[in-house]
């Protein structure tokens, strides 16, 4: 089991950037993937973007290419979410989650364990 805390969240003007971190403790960090979920009042919760064992592959949902970046650290056992160009839209809770396996699998069954969730508020 791998223990999630993710930092960072907060309110941005549309245009702003922000960068969320998720802190994982347990050994399995390095062999699993990770993954940052975000889930809006109202709307089912989707995958953002998704990092493989190695960082070596990522994916993205299309509605942040381009304006996302998704990182680990694994001397520091952590991942990030870097949020450049924010809209109205990418308002939610966004939630770090560690996969059950090495490789992408982006259905949220895969992911194992969650974080607590974290903020992100942009206004227009």
């Known amino acids: 089991q791998v223990q999630l805390v993710e930092s960072g969240g907060g309110l941005v003007q549309a245009g702003g950037s922000l960068t969320l971190s998720c802190a994982a403790s347990g050994r399995t960090f390095r062999t699993t993937a990770m993954g940052w979920f975000r889930q809006a009042p109202g709307k089912e919760r989707e995958l953002v973007a998704a990092i493989n064992w190695s960082g070596g592959s990522t994916n993205y949902a299309d509605s942040v290419k381009g304006r996302f970046t998704i990182s680990r650290d694994t001397a520091k056992n952590t991942v990030y979410l870097q949020m450049n160009s924010l809209k109205p839209e990418d308002t939610a809770v966004y939630y770090c989650?560690?996969?059950?396996?090495?490789?992408?699998?982006?259905?949220?069954?895969?992911?194992?364990?969650w974080g607590q969730g974290t903020q992100v508020t942009v206004s227009s």
């Open positions: 989650a560690a996969s059950r396996v090495g490789y992408i699998d982006p259905h949220p069954q895969a992911f194992g364990s």
